[in-house]
């Protein structure tokens, strides 16, 4: 059936949503997809939100959730109006919301997305809160997308690792039957909150100004020297948990600041193989980072193996996390598991979801 499915990403510059036609099972059949911007005064007020953890954590937090639930019911109503879909068949929505903080030592995560209210503007049940569950059965409730890489690269050959570059950067390790999945550390967010303090930029488009500078090698060392990237998997990370250990980069020149947290992004995804059975023959990348020339480039001559977009192999790198929401939201329908003991650390193979009916 076709499902919808929504995410805003730790990069927070608009909402993902896309349409699938599946089961749950099958990697299911893109029917559309679309990203809606966050207005300009919405995105501020979340990325504020999300670098004050109390005020995340313990704040009253009603009027912000209610503006990004109301976001997201709009982006979901323009894009079944755009695709061409009856909305009468559109009977399910998964919407994971905004993650403001993520602390997974302690058993928390928030995402900003208010179920019931979201059930009623869109009038057809809604599946949120896909990571309590996990969370609750001893996982990280991250990452999610490694049972859906798994079914869409069923035909590929392994070892291959699946990269997500959003503001955090996470991979699946698919080979045969194993599968491996974490965060492997910072991707966008502390680049493009270096360039929004020191160009007024949202981001470095195509690593213009990284390439132009000269990483500090120390600096990149000290930072990969932090306890979490010898750590072994299950692991994630919050948006903001590198954030205090870039300010290294604060006695540096733009260009040279850019470089260098750009380098730090790519010598954490490079260790990554230190915590997977066999190196990846290959690696495809998704998110927007795969976007980034300079990131890509510099991933392969890291990597020494083919780095590719993910359209290489036919997935949509733009609205796979969208189309990954609906596909868990069928699942969650269907008490299959989203997560597994190896992808999050769970306990054993673990449902999720929690299920608001329409009235």
Request: charged share 20%; aromatic share 6%; proline share 7%.
């Amino acid at each position: 059936m076709p499902v919808l499915g929504a995410i805003s990403g730790t990069s927070m510059d608009g909402i993902d949503v896309a349409l699938l036609d599946t089961d749950g099972e099958a990697p299911g059949r893109a029917l559309a997809g679309r990203t809606y911007p966050y207005d300009a005064a919405l995105r501020a007020a979340l990325l504020d939100l999300a670098a004050d953890p109390a005020r995340a954590e313990n704040g009253d937090l009603a009027e912000i959730e209610a503006a990004v639930t109301r976001a997201h019911v709009e982006a979901a109503r323009a894009l079944i109006a755009e695709s061409g879909v009856a909305p009468a068949r559109v009977t399910l929505a998964g919407l994971h919301g905004q993650t403001i903080l993520h602390r997974p030592e302690r058993g928390y995560t928030r995402q900003l997305l208010d179920g019931a209210l979201a059930t009623r503007l869109l009038g057809m049940p809604v599946v949120a809160r896909f990571r309590h569950a996990d969370m609750a059965a001893g996982g990280q409730g991250a990452p999610l997308a490694p049972l859906y890489h798994r079914a869409l690269a069923r035909d590929l050959p392994g070892p291959l690792m699946v990269l997500n570059l959003g503001g955090v950067a996470n991979v699946t390790y698919l080979d045969g039957e194993t599968v491996i999945a974490f965060d492997t550390g910072p991707a966008s967010a502390p680049l493009d909150d270096f360039v929004r303090a020191r160009r007024g930029l949202a981001y470095d488009a195509n690593g213009a100004l990284a390439a132009a500078g000269r990483p500090d090698i120390a600096t990149v060392e000290t930072l990969m020297a932090l306890p979490f990237f010898a750590a072994p998997p299950p692991k994630s990370l919050d948006r903001n948990d590198f954030h205090a250990y870039a300010r290294a980069v604060e006695r540096l020149s733009d260009a040279d600041g850019a470089a260098t947290l750009a380098a730090f992004t790519v010598a954490s995804i490079a260790a990554a193989r230190r915590h997977v059975p066999r190196a990846p023959r290959r690696w495809l990348v998704a998110g927007g980072g795969r976007r980034n020339a300079f990131f890509m480039d510099r991933l392969r001559a890291e990597l020494a193996v083919p780095v590719d977009p993910v359209e290489t192999v036919g997935w949509d790198g733009d609205f796979l996390e969208a189309q990954l929401f609906a596909w868990l939201a069928a699942r969650a329908r269907r008490g299959l598991p989203l997560s597994l003991p190896s992808t999050t650390g769970c306990r054993v193979p673990t449902t999720g979801g929690e299920f608001f009916e329409a009235a």
